[in-house]
C-alpha cells in the first residue's frame, strides 16, 4: 500500500515488503546452512568418538588377553608370588 507523507511522495510499501521478504528468504538461507555446517560438525564429532571408543575396547581386549596369558605363564610354571616368596628364603639359607 501506497501511503502520502507530508511531501506528497508515495511511500514505497511494495518495496519495503520485497526487501522483507528477501531479508527473510537471505535469513532462513543462513539458518539452513548453519544448521547443516552443526550436522556436519556434529556427524565427524560422532564419529571421532565412536571410533577411540572402538579403539579403547580393542586396547582393553589386548590388554585382557595378556594377563590372562601371564595367568597361564605363571600357572604353567608352577609358580604364584606366595611360593616365590617361600622359595626366597630357603635359597638364602642353602647358601650359608
Known sequence: MAAPNPG???IKAE???DGSA???ADMTAFVQNLLVQMQTRFQ???ENIIS???E???RIDELEMSINDLKAEIGADGMTPTK???EEPKAADSSS
Do not use: A, F, L, R
Open 22 to 24: 528477501q531479508s527473510t
Open 15 to 17: 518495496q519495503d515488503s
Open 8 to 10: 506528497g511522495i508515495p
Open 52 to 54: 577411540k571408543i572402538d
Open 44 to 46: 565427524t564429532m560422532s
Open 84 to 86: 616365590v616368596n617361600d
Open 56 to 58: 579403547m575396547g580393542t
